[in-house]
């Protein structure tokens, strides 16, 4: 088996398991990906799922560990605004 062969393998088990994870168990968990309650468009397994189709396996793996970064500090971010106070979802904050 050649190495372009194993990598579509893989990138096509990575992204069943995303779809897996998306459709079984994500919904199950109780919490929605804090980068996307935080900035909107896609969640964390969304932009994964997205590299693995439109780039490679490698920059997804190179790429993946910084979204995740990024999804721990809107983690962070959102709790604090509720310590303060402060809204979950950013319209809610515009007077009326």
Do not use: W
């Amino acid at each position: 088996m050649s190495v372009s062969t194993i990598e579509a393998v893989v990138t096509q088990a990575a992204i069943a398991s995303l779809n897996t994870y998306q459709k079984h168990l994500s919904p199950r968990k109780g919490f929605s990906c804090p980068h996307r309650l935080l900035y909107g468009g896609e969640s964390c397994s969304d932009y994964v799922k997205r590299l693995l189709i439109n780039h490679n396996l490698l920059t997804a793996i190179q790429m993946a560990p910084q979204r995740f970064k990024a999804c721990k500090i809107s983690a962070q971010t959102l709790q604090s605004q509720r310590a303060e106070g402060g809204c979950i979802i950013i319209p809610c904050c515009i007077p009326i």
